[in-house]
């Protein structure tokens, strides 16, 4: 019977061991976490905050890497973004130049196992126009304490961007009355009404004219100084 050299047991079993834990380290936690994207309401130019949390972590956290994009365009840009105090380990927010992503990443989270609720990072928005854009996850890792990978479903946000109103006081011609008469001139007499029973004095007179008159006047003279010169 052969024998297995003690050394070559050994060193299976610490391959074995080897595996073990670098399976345990790489295995997916399935706990139903879930990461959400709180809504935000903005005016127009105006900044609000979304909250990024992870709904329960019951291995604890060791630290995590998450990307939020804006789905929509022209609504609103990404303009900041900060992790609580507690998180010892960060990486400046990469937020890209238009401002509709941003990639967050923390370690050495300090969160116990079994807490729930828990704040990854608050991001700043800014209302650029009109209208809503959802804010989804579109890449998440999140790993425990015991270093498994937990896989977390998402739930996108939202913001809702007031436009800014266009006031316009009084009429574009003339005040709100609408008369564009220049200051001092009185208001023009109103035409006369084409439906109104009483007609408008007329400019002339309808009978003969003080020209026929005067004619007629002249031929009488005539007359009277023929018939004396009879």
């Avoid at 936690?29 to 105006?46: H, R, S």
């Avoid at 105090?85 to 050495?108: C, H, S």
């Avoid at 220049?182 to 009404?193: C, L, N, T, V």
């Amino acid at each position: 019977m052969t024998r297995t050299p003690t050394r070559t047991v050994a060193a299976l079993a610490l391959l074995a061991g080897l595996l073990l834990v670098g399976g345990a380290g790489t295995a997916t936690a399935d706990d139903g976490a879930q990461l959400t994207v709180t809504n935000a309401t903005v005016d127009e130019n105006e900044t609000s905050t979304l909250r990024l949390a992870l709904s329960r972590a019951p291995a604890g956290l060791s630290g995590y890497e998450v990307t939020l994009v804006l789905s929509e365009s022209g609504v609103a840009e990404i303009t900041n973004a900060s992790y609580p105090d507690t998180f010892q380990l960060t990486t400046e927010p990469a937020i890209t130049g238009d401002g509709q992503r941003v990639t967050l990443e923390a370690a050495v989270t300090d969160t116990p196992p079994g807490a729930t609720n828990v704040t990854l990072a608050t991001v700043e928005v800014t209302g650029t126009g009109g209208g809503t854009t959802a804010v989804r996850v579109t890449d998440a890792q999140v790993d425990a304490d015991n270093g498994s990978r937990v896989a977390p479903a998402y739930s996108a946000g939202s913001v809702a961007v007031e436009p800014l109103s266009n006031d316009g006081g009084g009429t574009q011609n003339g005040d709100e009355t609408g008369d564009d008469s220049p200051e001092g001139s009185s208001p023009a007499a109103p035409a006369d009404d084409p439906g109104s029973d009483e007609s408008s004095t007329p400019t002339g007179a309808a009978g003969p004219g003080f020209g026929v008159i005067v004619a007629l006047a002249a031929l009488l003279a005539v007359a009277l100084l023929a018939r004396r010169r009879r």
